[in-house]
């Protein structure tokens, strides 16, 4: 299970500043929000705002581009995940990404995909594989799906069910937060529904950052939400003020349809 904190009501992130960069392309420009611990924060706006480039950020997962870089500070935790002793790799163990395409590994069983990122960092320890498997399935709400077919391939799965077991693989390694970029873009209503739900029940241990094109879904699924606009964040606040009464024109414009 994650980490326990005992500042309750200090942010899980802090984003002072937050610039990047895709080469001479500035992609986010000066972003500065408290991203709450064991809550869902939803991140909107129109293609290209910057929201993907926002939560990779989070983990460092943007320097991994060729020429892409960023500036100013994250703190996790309060420490500045950007300092040179935070090695990227253990970040990202406490961090982790579920992407907008559902990647299991296609070569590797339903198991060996929740069990992957154990195994690849030398963690998995002697006797424990079988309580992880089935906890991480439980607690992606795929285990009474895929019980009875843990040695077939993780792309044998429909995609609602592949998604879930990308989640199940990133929960396996422990993080303290989610970053979940589109989840839902490629699953039909009735996935989709179930990804909802789960996110839902994340919260309750995990922070949960998500980026969606679906303002319903951000209204569905979060607690607070963060409107870009090219590069820059015009507005947070509480989702149910956000969407009833927003303080800024240009948010009134996008989540009225009037651009986006």
């Given at each position: ?130 309580e992880i498997v089935e ?80 303002m319903q879904q951000a ?42």
């Amino acid at each position: 299970m994650p980490t326990s904190d005992s500042e309750t009501g200090a942010p899980k992130f802090r984003a002072r500043s937050l610039s990047a960069w895709f080469g001479q392309h500035k992609v986010l420009d000066d972003i500065t929000l408290d991203i709450p611990r064991n809550q869902v924060t939803a991140v909107i706006g129109p293609s290209g705002c910057g929201k993907s480039t926002f939560i990779r950020c989070l983990n460092r997962m943007h320097e991994l581009v060729l020429g892409a870089r960023a500036a100013g500070a994250v703190e996790l935790d309060g420490e500045d995940i950007f300092d040179e002793s935070v090695d990227p790799v253990l970040l990202r163990r406490r961090v982790g990404m579920v992407f907008q395409k559902p990647n299991p590994f296609p070569m590797m069983s339903v198991r060996d995909n929740v069990l992957a990122g154990l195994q690849l960092s030398g963690r998995l320890a002697r006797g424990k594989a079988d309580e992880i498997v089935e906890q991480s399935l439980r607690q992606a709400a795929l285990w009474d799906e895929v019980a009875d077919r843990l040695d077939r391939p993780g792309a044998s799965l429909s995609g609602g069910q592949q998604q879930r077991l990308c989640i199940a693989r990133a929960l396996a390694v422990e993080p303290e937060a989610i970053l979940m970029d589109e989840p839902c873009s490629a699953l039909d209503p009735i996935a989709t529904a179930r990804i909802e739900d789960l996110i839902h029940t994340l919260s309750d241990d995990y922070t949960v950052v998500v980026v969606t094109h679906n303002m319903q879904q951000a209204t569905r699924v979060s607690d607070r939400t963060a409107f870009f606009l090219q590069g820059a964040l015009i507005e947070y606040a509480d989702t149910d003020e956000l969407f009833t009464a927003p303080h800024q024109q240009q948010t009134e414009d996008y989540i009225t349809g009037k651009f986006g």
